[in-house]
């Protein structure tokens, strides 16, 4: 069943959300600093890991049922489950605090998958916030 698209998958890149989002990445710095800096290749593989499963297996997965497709305020059931699941996945290696912060970004990176079906848009995205995070 094809999913209906008001976006082209390759021009995530000239999308006007894309940096709005974007810019909200800088943000970050109103966090209180980790306690560690990650290198960039490791902040790098980690965006790229968790994007490909998070958005283009369990999210892209969601999007097969009706059901999933269902909007609450704009954003599918998809997004939010698949953002919960990112969460729990947080909770392995961060306190419950941490982990619940990263729901926001994940519904910005599933609000991307949804318009534009791009791995590279949601890696952009997921990396840009690492190294906000981690390094600014």
């Not at 890696?123 to 995070?133: G, K, Q």
Request: charged share 10%.
């Amino acid at each position: 069943m094809a999913i209906k698209r008001s976006y082209k998958r390759n021009l995530w890149y000239r999308d006007y959300l894309f940096y709005i989002f974007l810019a909200l990445g800088i943000t970050a710095f109103l966090l209180p600093s980790p306690d560690t800096m990650p290198a960039f290749w490791a902040l790098a593989l980690l965006a790229l890991m968790e994007e490909t499963l998070f958005r283009y297996i369990i999210h892209d997965h969601f999007l097969t049922f009706k059901l999933f497709r269902v909007k609450l305020i704009g954003i599918s059931l998809a997004n939010i489950l698949t953002s919960l699941l990112f969460v729990a996945a947080h909770l392995f290696y961060q306190s419950v605090l941490w982990s619940m912060a990263v729901f926001f970004p994940s519904i910005i990176f599933g609000i991307i998958w949804e318009r534009h079906r791009s791995l590279a848009a949601c890696f952009c995205l997921h990396f840009f916030y690492n190294i906000c995070f981690f390094h600014f």
